[in-house]
């Protein structure tokens, strides 16, 4: 077998070269794996290589990017530092002095929305960190980039099993898959592997999902497994006409302009089992069109009990809302908790949904609410409460609200706190119950 000759700015692992030997064949790349793999040195390099052979137009993008120091500038710099490329340097732009190419940087989401200007007539589009791209700016980008013989380039490490640039990739054929990790990166220095092998030793769960770029899941960090989850998607059980019927209604509204609002409905199957039967969302500034929408739903479902957020800029809502249908039920996330292990509501209902997919109650079926609530964490405060991760942090790791899975979390806190009649938990008896309750307001 010949040996490929590569020019020094190549030096790249190995394992990448097919990345480089068929860049005109796809259309899509996707490079994933853990730290110190070689990912973004790679796509940096080969980049700087293309500028220099052609006029290309570059785009190096993320989802947000609150400053030019959060881009991947700086990698470039220091290579053609290393290389004595000739560049015009500007702030946001690099531009080869030959060939004119233009590497520029982007952050894909500014106010809430997704901005695609400057990505016309882009012939390869950057993204790293592309495990914090959401579905919804994937969507937008992807047609965006239709000049002739375009690539889009993803390297990440995913958070989840169900991430949306992952999910995009799988099983495209015009997409060449990697998977490279910091054992096939022959650069790679010996402080970083003795790292990675302390790392395995004292954490294995940090270690596969930091170093070989495994989703993030089964770690007790989480408050639901993915197993779990899984069995909760794939849950059977046997219907029982007596309970046919019984249902609840739950809204989550939006707190942002860049969070949905959502409606679900859950009706009973049994003694035990809820269905996940409907899920609508659905994106609207203007307050009456959702109030309007809340109420079309309420009267084609007919439930017997709804549950619709009233915190924040949801109360106005709420308010109108309480005056049409009086028995619905307002929802205070930071209101104090009944139950007495839980630091507030929130946490009352997401220890409620919690218990109630592991004990095989609850089947899902929607997959966004599955994907929101495998990325959840619990912490434990030093009081020994549990409290459930803030929705700002987890917009900010994920770039979007947990919508999906605070409106199912309402629906089973709805049922176990607020119902008249409900089955409960007899500790000593390690057995069901039934109790009554007021309603919650």
Request: hydrophobic residues 35%.
């Amino acid at each position: 077998m010949e040996s490929l000759i590569l020019p020094k700015i190549l030096n790249i692992p190995p394992k990448l070269f097919p990345f480089i030997c068929n860049f005109n064949s796809y259309s899509y790349f996707l490079l994933e794996g853990g730290r110190a793999s070689g990912k973004t040195q790679s796509v940096a390099r080969f980049l700087l290589y293309i500028a220099q052979m052609r006029h290309v137009r570059i785009c190096c993008g993320r989802e947000i990017q609150n400053s030019i120091d959060e881009s991947v500038k700086t990698v470039f710099l220091d290579l053609i530092d290393q290389y004595n490329l000739d560049y015009d340097i500007k702030r946001d732009c690099l531009t080869d002095k030959t060939t004119e190419s233009k590497i520029f940087f982007k952050g894909f989401r500014e106010q809430g929305k997704v901005n695609i200007k400057g990505l016309e007539g882009v012939d390869i589009l950057w993204i790293d960190e592309a495990q914090s791209i959401a579905k919804a700016t994937l969507d937008v980008i992807v047609p965006t980039i239709r000049k002739k013989n375009s690539v889009i380039i993803f390297t990440m490490n995913r958070y989840t099993r169900f991430d949306a640039v992952y999910n995009f990739c799988a099983k495209r054929k015009d997409c060449l898959h990697i998977n490279v990790c910091y054992f096939d990166n022959p650069f790679v220095d010996e402080k970083i592997i003795k790292e990675a092998e302390i790392s395995k030793q004292t954490n294995i769960n940090d270690y596969n999902h930091i170093w070989l770029g495994y989703p993030m899941a089964n770690n007790n960090e989480y408050l639901i497994s993915s197993d779990s989850l899984d069995k909760s998607y794939n849950l059977e059980y046997t219907q029982d006409t007596h309970y046919k019927g019984n249902s609840i209604m739950s809204v989550d509204l939006s707190a942002s302009g860049a969070d949905l609002c959502v409606a679900k409905l859950f009706e009973q199957q049994n003694d035990t089992v809820w269905l996940e039967k409907n899920t609508i969302s659905w994106s609207e500034s203007d307050t009456d069109i959702t109030k309007g929408k809340i109420v079309s739903l309420y009267s084609n479902w007919s439930p017997n009990l709804l549950i619709i957020d009233s915190d924040g800029l949801g109360y106005p809502i709420w308010v109108s809302i309480q005056k049409m249908i009086n028995s619905a039920i307002g929802f205070r996330g930071a209101k104090k908790p009944l139950s007495k292990y839980a630091l507030n509501a929130r946490a009352d209902g997401y220890l409620a949904l919690k218990d109630y997919i592991e004990k095989g109650y609850l089947k899902l079926k929607d997959k966004n609410t599955i994907r929101q609530l495998e990325y959840i964490k619990k912490i434990y405060k030093p009081n020994g409460l549990i409290a459930i991760q803030d929705k700002k942090e987890l917009r900010k790791l994920h770039n979007e609200s947990p919508d999906f899975a605070d409106c199912a979390m309402m629906a089973i806190y709805a049922l176990n706190f607020c119902s008249n009649v409900l089955l409960i938990e007899d500790e000593e008896m390690n057995s069901f119950v039934q109790a009554e309750f007021e309603p919650f307001d």
